[in-house]
T-cell receptor, first 112, second 114 residues
Framework: GENVEQHPSTLSVQEGDSAVIKCTYS??????FPWYKQELGKRPQLIID?????GEKKDQRIAVTLNKTAKHFSLHITETQPEDSAVYFC???????????FGQGTELSVKP | SAVISQKPSRDICQRGTSLTIQCQVD?????MFWYRQQPGQSLTLIAT?????????ESGFVIDKFPISRPNLTFSTLTVSNMSPEDSSIYLC???????????FGSGTRLTVV
């Protein structure tokens, strides 16, 4: 069945450094790849997403890259800040409105 | 994006009882989903709530345990039946609309079974 693997499970960086989280997916029909940020006790919030017709997308300090051939995608956060500390989830889905399968999550800690 | 009202926000229930969780959206959405998130874990899809027909369940989840209703395009319920402590978790609804790939989550229901 569909599966999304996410690494690392925990990541600790110094404020100002970059953070990279990687995901691989198994369903070759997947064409939508969102990233969610979940702070403690809160709902997941969409921070960026990418569709399969592009290889990279940026939004200020956040970028996502996609390699469809290798079936992997990554989240890049530059100039990290303590408020970036949270759990980040990648997900993969097919077709507009299809179900999303989530990765296991990465707990990011940004130390001041 | 859609605004979701999910109720209750939390509950403590006795084992063997059932709890129904409601998800109300402020606009018509095409797809509604129910997820479970156990403490410190990822989100696991329980089922897709289909309007006017039976929900589509993922492997490991069955209708007798998690009956779902979706009478219209803005409302769905998930019932957790015959609860045991293993059902203690956060349950979240998620929706997506017709014109966007974006998916929005409800605020979640924190369920504790004692």
């Amino acid at each position: 069945g569909e599966n999304v693997e996410q690494h690392p499970s925990t990541l600790s960086v110094q404020e100002g450094d970059s953070a990279v989280i990687k995901c691989t997916y198994s369903d070759s029909a997947s064409n939508y790849f969102p990233w969610y940020k979940q702070e403690l006790g809160k709902r997941p919030q969409l921070i960026i997403d990418i569709r399969s017709n592009v290889g990279e997308k940026k939004d200020q300090r956040i970028a996502v890259t996609l390699n469809k051939t290798a079936k992997h995608f990554s989240l890049h956060i530059t100039e990290t800040q303590p408020e970036d500390s949270a759990v980040y989830f990648c997900a993969a889905g097919r077709n507009q409105g299809g179900k999303l399968i989530f990765g296991q999550g990465t707990e990011l800690s940004v130390k001041p | 994006s859609a605004v979701i009202s999910q109720k209750p926000s939390r509950d403590i229930c006795q084992r063997g009882t059932s709890l129904t969780i409601q998800c109300q959206v402020d606009s018509q959405v095409t797809m509604m989903f129910w997820y479970r998130q156990q403490p410190g874990q990822s989100l696991t899809l329980i089922a897709t709530a289909n309007q006017g027909s039976e929900a589509t369940y993922e492997s490991g989840f069955v209708i007798d345990k998690f009956p779902i209703s979706r009478p219209n395009l803005t409302f769905s319920t998930l019932t957790v039946s015959n609860m045991s402590p293993e059902d203690s978790s956060i349950y979240l609804c998620s929706v997506t609309g017709t014109r966007s790939y974006g998916y929005t989550f409800g605020s979640g229901t924190r369920l504790t079974v004692v």
